[in-house]
């Protein structure tokens, strides 16, 4: 059985997975989310006064932007999740080299990588599923889940080098 990769590879793979996350995500999404505004804005604009036509289109164009955005971060973190829970391993563990596995180091099914993922983003889960329904609660549910599982993560400081999301979903993370 191969060693078990402890806390800062893994923080690294987590720094490369958000960066690219956050610009991947602002990106498209404020594209997108920029043209849909640039639309309303000038829908806007051709309902205002002449001399405030341009400043309707252009603060369409950029609240549009920018939540589009938002959106587009969220989304390219939803496929990010899907990824790493399918494969075992986003792009931070595949340019480093290390990959989720079940605990005694075999190869993990896809049933034990989604559970993992489930747990360990659960609180970007719950904050989306709050953000579709309107559910408040679920937003504070998501909120303390995030607080478990960021404290969880240290506990592969520990002897076993797994963190609670590993121990509940039976998994470790090891060299590809």
Known sequence: MS????FGLRLVAALIDGVVI????????????????AGTGAAIASQAAPNDAAAAAALGGFFAA?????????LVGLVWIIWE????????????????????????????LLMR???KYSSTLLGLLAGLTGI??????????????????????????????DMLAKTAVYKA
């Open 3 to 6: 060693e078990r990769i402890g």
């Open 22 to 37: 956050g610009i991947v995500g602002a990106i498209v999404g404020s594209v997108v989310g920029g043209f849909l505004g």
């Open 66 to 74: 920018f939540l589009g955005a938002i959106l587009g971060i969220e």
């Open 85 to 112: 829970g399918l494969t075992g391993q986003a792009l931070g563990k595949l340019l480093l080299k290390i990959r989720i596995k079940a605990a005694d180091g075999t190869n993990a099914g896809v049933d034990k």
């Open 117 to 119: 993922a489930a747990i």
């Open 136 to 165: 408040g609660a679920l937003n504070s549910l998501g909120s303390l889940a995030g607080l478990v599982i960021f404290v969880g993560c240290f506990f592969v400081l520990g002897q076993n080098r797994q963190a609670i999301h």
